[in-house]
């Protein structure tokens, strides 16, 4: 069996971060809310009006949908700045930057889509940080596409499974808004007592008799 549809490219920044969040949102359909994700919907409204102006002399989208045949992607791009033919994508985040770079993946997945329906290089793209005001840009070096294309195979391979991968239990299920559905501290505590239940329960060895 293979996943069949298209690949939200929403999804490889949820697989990047927790490949089990992954699985619930795009396989479960499961979402929940927190203050987090509020935020970030807060900051989203904006750009999530499809809206074509010109700032600047620079053809400026807002919420252009984006799509690879190539891929298997589909999505759509916060905010995309036409300088000259060349697109510059900008993805809105809510919150400072990250340990890791999990939004990178994402943003580099729209730059790969806009390439193919465009057919012009996007060398570079930015983050837009709400809480710092700032745009932090992100070159699409080799590295970043390679790992990006790896991340939408392992995306791919997790759907076509089928199967909701074990929980993590650490300091990111702080933040997650699905903490009460995926419930990582319950279900990793049975994983655990699962793996030590053979060894509680084998037979003591038998003592030689005098």
């Known amino acids: 069996m293979t996943w069949e549809g298209p690949i939200p490219i929403g999804a490889l ?30 900051v989203h409204e904006r750009v999530h009006d499809e809206k074509v102006f010109y700032e600047m002399g620079a053809r400026v989208e807002r919420a252009l949908p984006l799509w690879s045949e190539r891929l298997g992607l589909i999505g759509k791009a916060d905010l995309v700045v036409f300088i000259g033919v060349t697109p510059y994508p900008v993805e809105y985040k809510y919150g400072r930057q990250s340990a890791g770079h999990h939004a990178e993946i994402q943003l580099c997945a729209q730059a790969l889509c806009l390439e193919e329906m465009t057919g012009q290089a996007v060398p570079r793209g930015a983050i837009y940080q709400a809480t710092a005001r700032r745009r932090r840009e992100i070159a699409f070096t080799p590295q970043l596409r390679s790992e990006t294309e790896q991340v939408i195979r392992q995306v791919r391979d997790l759907l076509t499974a089928g199967k909701l991968p074990p929980p993590v239990w650490d300091k990111r299920c702080r933040r997650c808004s699905l903490a009460p559905s995926c419930m990582p501290s319950v279900v990793s505590a049975i994983s655990r007592l699962n793996r030590l239940y053979p060894r509680l329960f084998q037979p003591l060895p038998e003592k030689d008799e005098d």
Request: with cysteine.
């Open 13 to 42: 920044e949820h697989y990047s971060y927790c490949p089990r969040q992954c699985a619930l949102i795009v396989q479960e359909q499961t979402w929940d809310e927190n203050e987090y994700t509020l935020r970030g919907q807060f």
